[in-house]
């Protein structure tokens, strides 16, 4: 399958290459209260080693994913493959656990993800869901924020990321002046543009810019489905308007998922854009997807379904 242009690409200035879409690896281990299905084992180890040969070029996990399986099955599937590819990225974040997010929590997650995984340095790290843990102290001299900087000094890790979803949040945390990478998932999307402002400002800085869950956690690839948005109730009008697009994207002869990441893609301050995938046959799907084309036209009648601010998850930006 043709591959489509700039699928290869810099991430930020961090000196690493993506590829535009990267799997994520929450579904790899098997998260039944958040994606509805079980995944086993097997089928999950053989994801990863088809994955390793794809075009597809990073594998976004972290820590805490089914506590730590997610992890695990990555590092059997790279066992099985017979070691990581040269020009593979696995990016993994930090995660609390028992309610602990300190410093040496950190580092004991750093330890832990590199142990699962095989990998004797881990190239992209990012902190967690901050906005969780506010109560931790984590930007307080000695705490996580801090024990990344130092792993990253040791060679330990190379950038540091910050992944997480509230965007008040993420620009506090910006504020620190630390980070290389920043992740945001669930807002910025066909049906909620909270990220806007966000992104702005890290593509300003150099920084790598990651969409992630562009899909909303699975109603932007099937409204019939579950009524959630960004793990969550979602509400009637981003509903509505997913059914809606899902009719427009009929009357182009595409589909919502594709549309959902061509919008993620054919955004010039991201770099790359992360979903999940549970199936091996899913690969082709998305690769397909990544290689659609749609004309301005389309996108010009997708601005006119996009909800109102108030039903966007974040819906004032600072």
């Given at each position: 399958?043709?591959?489509?242009?700039?699928?290869?690409?810099?991430?930020?200035?961090?000196?690493?290459?993506?590829?535009?879409?990267?799997?994520?690896?929450?579904?790899?281990?098997?998260?039944?209260?958040?994606?509805?299905?079980?995944?086993?084992?097997?089928?999950?180890?053989?994801?990863?080693?088809?994955?390793?040969?794809?075009p597809?070029?990073?594998?976004?996990?972290?820590n805490?994913?089914?506590?730590?399986?997610?992890?695990?099955?990555?590092?059997?599937g790279?066992?099985?493959?017979?070691?990581?590819?040269?020009?593979?990225?696995?990016?993994?974040?930090?995660?609390?656990?028992?309610?602990?997010?300190?410093?040496?929590?950190?580092?004991?997650?750093?330890?832990?993800?590199?142990?699962?995984?095989?990998?004797?340095?881990?190239?992209?790290v990012?902190?967690?869901?901050?906005?969780?843990?506010?109560?931790?102290?984590?930007?307080?001299?000695?705490?996580?924020?801090?024990?990344?900087?130092?792993?990253?000094?040791?060679?330990?890790?190379?950038?540091?990321?910050?992944?997480?979803?509230?965007?008040?949040v993420?620009?506090?945390?910006?504020?620190?002046g630390?980070?290389?990478?920043?992740?945001?998932?669930?807002?910025?999307?066909?049906?909620?543009?909270?990220?806007?402002?966000?992104?702005?400002?890290?593509?300003?800085?150099?920084?790598?810019?990651?969409?992630?869950?562009?899909?909303?956690?699975?109603?932007?690839?099937?409204?019939?489905?579950?009524?959630?948005?960004?793990?969550?109730?979602?509400?009637?009008?981003?509903?509505?308007?997913?059914?809606?697009?899902?009719?427009?994207?009929?009357?182009?002869?595409?589909?919502?998922?594709?549309?959902?990441?061509?919008?993620?893609?054919?955004?010039?301050?991201?770099?790359?854009?992360?979903?999940?995938?549970?199936?091996?046959?899913?690969?082709?799907?998305?690769?397909?997807s990544?290689n659609?084309?749609?004309p301005?036209e389309?996108?010009?009648?997708?601005?006119?379904?996009?909800?109102?601010?108030?039903?966007?998850?974040?819906?004032v930006n600072?």
């Open positions: 399958m043709k591959q489509q242009t700039n699928w290869l690409r810099p991430l930020g200035s961090t000196g690493l290459t993506v590829s535009a879409v990267a799997a994520g690896g929450g579904p790899i281990g098997s998260m039944p209260e958040i994606f509805g299905y079980d995944v086993p084992t097997e089928q999950a180890v053989d994801l990863v080693t088809k994955l390793l040969r794809s597809v070029r990073v594998i976004d996990t972290s805490g994913y089914s506590d730590g399986n997610s992890e695990r099955r990555i590092g059997q790279i066992t099985r493959a017979g070691g990581l590819p040269a020009d593979y990225l696995i990016a993994t974040k930090t995660d609390a656990k028992d309610g602990d997010y300190s410093g040496e929590r950190v580092r004991r997650s750093v330890e832990e993800s590199m142990d699962r995984l095989g990998l004797n340095k881990l190239p992209l990012y902190l967690h869901d901050p906005e969780f843990a506010l109560d931790q102290g984590l930007d307080a001299p000695g705490g996580a924020v801090e024990v990344l900087v130092e792993l990253q000094r040791e060679g330990i890790i190379g950038a540091i990321g910050l992944a997480g979803g509230d965007v008040k993420m620009h506090r945390f910006l504020d620190l630390v980070f290389n990478v920043l992740l945001n998932h669930n807002r910025w999307t066909l049906v909620d543009r909270s990220a806007g402002a966000l992104f702005d400002r890290a593509s300003a800085a150099g920084m790598g810019v990651v969409n992630a869950a562009y899909l909303g956690g699975g109603l932007l690839a099937n409204p019939h489905g579950q009524r959630k948005y960004g793990y969550r109730p979602a509400k009637d009008a981003t509903v509505d308007a997913a059914f809606a697009l899902e009719a427009l994207c009929r009357e182009w002869g595409t589909d919502l998922a594709t549309a959902a990441l061509q919008f993620s893609l054919r955004d010039p301050r991201i770099h790359m854009s992360v979903v999940g995938i549970s199936k091996p046959e899913r690969i082709d799907t998305l690769l397909a990544a659609a084309e749609l301005e389309f996108w010009v009648a997708v601005e006119d379904l996009v909800p109102e601010p108030s039903n966007w998850l974040d819906p600072p």
